[in-house]
């Protein structure tokens, strides 16, 4: 398992990518992340949706209007 700690957890930033574009709270991100640890790095990570381009490559052909 120690190999999985270099992973990223797609789960967590996710969340953590919705809840930058604010469509789901922080507080929901909280209550269904698996490493509140990566979800709080992913939040406060530089980039993702608030990017000059204005979204994240994980969710730039994505329309969530």
Wanted: glycine share 4%.
């Amino acid at each position: 398992k120690e190999y999985l700690k270099n992973i990223i957890n797609y789960l967590d930033f996710y969340l953590a990518e919705l809840c930058k574009r604010n469509i789901i709270s922080r507080d929901v991100a909280y209550n269904r992340c698996r490493y509140p640890d990566d979800l709080r790095r992913y939040l406060t990570n530089a980039g993702g949706a608030n990017t000059i381009a204005g979204a994240s490559p994980l969710f730039s052909d994505l329309d969530f209007q």
